[in-house]
């Protein structure tokens, strides 16, 4: 399963490098072809030379080689692998990539690539308990960046604790498992996805609008989820904080009108979820002129119902998705006010999370959901946005391949 996969090996500085050697000789024995990297630091504890010997190629080390740039730029190195391997992760390395540097060769790939990346992280126990590192650790898997080890033993500094490099084989074991999880990217190929995300604005006048708090964040992990299981991914989002993921069929829209229509207009598909804050209401006659604010005197605003879109394609009769997921967002009774909240609007299955300030969970990077269907109502434990997406996603895939 491993032969002839392509895996650039980045080998940064730390006395766990000695064991990348008999990585890449056993990775080699499985028929891998290694592409292998060296920081600077790395070269102090293994030769460049008997990481090249042992991987049968040139050691890319130089960020500024000009002749290696001739043969293969540092843009195409980072692309040329369906997978990059980073064994040891320095400290200092796991930092530039979390901060995004692009200030050596290793770093420059790690952030120009758009291949899978994993790391076996070795420092020192107390280098690996600091605040920094695991801060820098926290955004690496927010990033989707994977992890293997570090383990806890004994340390060539004397001490004993977190922050061996995995052995070898537990490296070989991960690459593997991911390659086996990859077989997941065409999981929905072939399938169209519609995720709505997003507040939306309901302008009072030109400068004025009426909007539910909401950052986009869960509904952009959603989509990327898709994305990472082959779906086609349609995602109409009002005008969120943050960036549309790269890759899916953006459509911003401002209103919940301009969101109707636009989901409207992208059915039929095989799934859709309902992720955005929509607006309950619309200000009837919006002024096309900025309303003059007088003294003493409040403007009369008057409010119509907006549409509500979850229930407008829950329940369509011709093309209706074989899934329809809305979110509930409560601050109590949760479960209660959720599950009356499916019935209500004919959707499949509802993912409910307490929104009470105290839970942060408005524009923070985690949630806790309960995921509502006709039969069962599950509680997840408290996740970050992406794994509730990663989740989600998996399990619509599955009642959709079963379809
Ligand atoms: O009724 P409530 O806004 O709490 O319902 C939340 C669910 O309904 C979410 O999935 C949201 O995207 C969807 N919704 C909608 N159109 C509306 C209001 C809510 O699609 N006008």
């Known amino acids: 399963m491993l032969d002839k996969r392509r895996i650039l090996l980045i080998i940064s500085g730390g006395i766990a490098a000695f064991k990348s050697l008999d990585l890449i000789r056993r990775l080699r024995e499985r028929g891998v072809i290694v592409t292998p990297v060296m920081t600077k630091a790395a070269s102090q504890f293994v030769t460049p030379l008997s990481v090249s010997a042992l991987a049968g190629k040139k050691v890319f080390q130089d960020l500024f080689d000009l002749t290696s740039e001739a043969e293969m730029g540092h843009i195409e190195l980072s692309r040329s692998a369906d997978l990059i391997v980073v064994a040891p992760a320095s400290a200092d390395l796991v930092a530039k990539m979390a901060a995004g540097n692009a200030n050596s060769l290793a770093s420059t790939i790690l952030l120009a690539t758009d291949t899978p990346v994993m790391i076996a992280p070795a420092m020192n126990l107390r280098m690996w308990s600091h605040a920094a590192t695991q801060r820098n650790i926290q955004t690496l898997k927010e990033d989707g960046i994977q992890f293997v080890g570090p383990n806890e033993g004994d340390m060539a500094c004397g001490e004993f604790g977190p922050g061996r490099m995995a052995e070898p084989l537990e490296i070989i074991t991960a690459i593997k498992d991911h390659f086996t999880e990859k077989s997941a990217s065409d999981l929905l190929a072939g399938k169209r996805v519609l995720v709505t995300s997003g507040p939306t604005h309901e ?33 109409v989002t009002g005008p969120a904080d943050v960036q549309p993921p790269i890759g899916v069929h953006v459509i911003k829209v401002e209103t919940a009108l301009q969101m109707l229509e636009a989901v409207e207009k992208e059915m039929p598909c095989d799934a859709a979820v309902f992720a955005a804050a929509v607006a309950d209401w619309r200000v009837a006659d919006a002024s096309s002129s900025k309303i003059k604010k007088e003294d003493g005197r409040l403007p009369d605003l008057e409010f119509s119902e907006n549409p509500d879109i979850l229930a407008t394609i829950s329940n369509r009769r011709k093309d209706r998705p074989d ?14 006010n959720a599950s009356r909240k499916r019935l209500r609007k ?43 997406a990663r989740e989600l996603a998996m399990k619509i895939a599955n009642v959709l391949v079963r379809a």
């Open 203 to 235: 302008p009072i006048d030109p400068v004025r609008y009426i909007a539910n708090r909401s950052s986009g964040a869960q509904g952009g992990e959603i989509a990327k989820a898709f994305m990472a299981l082959g779906a086609d991914v349609i995602f």
């Open 323 to 336: 899934l329809v997921v809305g979110f509930a967002a409560e601050t109590d009774n949760v479960i209660n």
């Open 346 to 388: 004919g959707c499949d299955w509802i993912v409910a999370n307490d929104v009470s300030p105290e839970t942060g969970i408005m524009g923070g990077p985690e949630n806790v959901v309960t995921l509502i269907t006709s039969q069962t109502v599950e509680r997840w434990d408290r996740m970050s946005k992406s794994e509730v």
